[in-house]
C-alpha cells in the first residue's frame, strides 16, 4: 500500500516518508497560507477572504486530517531526513476511471530547480500504476511557469481551461 512504502530509488534520491502529525502541522499552515496567496495572486479570491476560503477548503478536504480517506500526505525528505518538501495525492482505487488527483506538490525555495519534483512525479507515476491507476490529475494555477514547464516535461496535458481577462 502506498501509504508504507519506502519509495527510494537510489541512496541518493530523495525519499517519500508518511508525513508525520508534527510536520503534517507545519504543512497545513504553509500551505494554508501559501494557497490562499495563489488564489488572490490568480485574481480569483479577494485578501480579504482568502485565508478564511483556504482554511476551510482544506478543512472540506481533509476532516480527518492525515487520516482522511483515499488521501495520502507525504514529506519529501534527504538523506539527513530534512524535509524539502511535500507531496498529497487522493487515490480512490474504487472509481472507474481509476483516476488519482495530486492536490499538492512542492518544495521549499532551496530546494527546487535540482530535479526533485521530477523525479517525486516519475516516483508516484510507478506505485500508482502498481495500485491500477490509469491517470494522474493535478489543477496548476497559469501564472506558475516554472510547474507548468515541469509538468509538459513529465507529459502531462491541458485537460480544461479557463480563462479570465482583468477589466
Known amino acids: 500500500?502506498?501509504?508504507?512504502?519506502?519509495?527510494?530509488?537510489?541512496?541518493?534520491?530523495?525519499?517519500?516518508?508518511?508525513?508525520?502529525?508534527?510536520?503534517?502541522?507545519?504543512?497545513?499552515?504553509?500551505?494554508?497560507?501559501?494557497?490562499?496567496?495563489?488564489?488572490?495572486?490568480?485574481?480569483?479570491?479577494?485578501?480579504?477572504?482568502?485565508?478564511?476560503?483556504?482554511?476551510?477548503?482544506?478543512q472540506r478536504l481533509l476532516p480527518n486530517g492525515l487520516n482522511s480517506t483515499n488521501h495520502y500526505l507525504w514529506s519529501i525528505v534527504n538523506e539527513e531526513k530534512d524535509v524539502m518538501g511535500w507531496?498529497?495525492?487522493?487515490?480512490?482505487?474504487?472509481?472507474?476511471?481509476?483516476?488519482a488527483f495530486i492536490y499538492d506538490i512542492g518544495l521549499y525555495e532551496a530546494y527546487q530547480g535540482q530535479g526533485i519534483g521530477k523525479w517525486v512525479l516519475k516516483t508516484l507515476e510507478e506505485e500508482a500504476e502498481e495500485?491500477?491507476?490509469?491517470?494522474?490529475?493535478?489543477?496548476?494555477?497559469?501564472?506558475?511557469?516554472?510547474?507548468?514547464?515541469?509538468?509538459?516535461?513529465m507529459n502531462y496535458e491541458v485537460t480544461d481551461l479557463h480563462m479570465s481577462k482583468r477589466l
Not at 2 to 7: A, V
Not at 87 to 99: A, G, N, Q, S, T
Open 131 to 153: 495500485l491500477g491507476v490509469k491517470k494522474l490529475s493535478l489543477h496548476v494555477f497559469a501564472h506558475n511557469k516554472t510547474a507548468i514547464r515541469l509538468y509538459e516535461k
Open 1 to 58: 500500500m502506498l501509504k508504507g512504502l519506502n519509495l527510494q530509488k537510489k541512496k541518493t534520491s530523495p525519499l517519500l516518508k508518511p508525513m508525520s502529525e508534527q510536520d503534517f502541522e507545519e504543512y497545513k499552515s504553509y500551505t494554508i497560507n501559501h494557497y490562499a496567496m495563489e488564489k488572490v495572486k490568480a485574481g480569483l479570491w479577494t485578501v480579504a477572504e482568502a485565508m478564511e476560503k483556504a482554511e476551510e477548503q482544506f
Open 87 to 99: 507531496l498529497w495525492v487522493y487515490i480512490d482505487r474504487e472509481h472507474p476511471l481509476k483516476d
